[in-house]
């Protein structure tokens, strides 16, 4: 029978089990190596209320505390929630990272 995937969708190779993970979505239990995996970084504090504390804040540059988060998904709800999309049979063959998106700071001169 033909393959669909190069790694049958996991990075398990060699290895025999691998621990599972909670979907961050759906909460079923999925093998960590097929999870798809993302980091989010966000702020403690929502936007609206950044201002205020800055403003009140005794220190000048405080930098406020972020929240790190690995967050995992099963392969069904990162499509359902479009974490990631379906690829062609072609475009499944190429195994480059995307690009990374990063908002360019204007440097003031």
């Known amino acids: 029978m033909s393959k669909k995937r190069r790694n049958c969708g996991r990075a398990k190779h060699g290895r025999g089990h691998v621990n599972r993970v909670r979907c961050e ?17 966000r702020n403690i ?11 009140s804040s005794v220190f000048d540059g405080y930098a406020l505390p972020k929240i790190y988060r690995k967050v995992y998904y099963c392969v069904s709800a ?24 990063r908002p360019r700071e204007d440097k003031k001169q």
């Open 25 to 41: 979505a759906s909460g079923v239990l999925v093998p960590k190596d097929k999870a798809i995996k993302r980091f989010i970084v």
């Open 45 to 55: 504090v929502d936007a609206s209320a950044i201002r205020d504390i800055q403003d």
């Open 78 to 101: 990162a499509i359902h929630s479009k974490v990631v999309r379906v690829r062609s049979v072609k475009d499944r063959k190429n195994r480059e990272a995307p690009k990374r998106f």
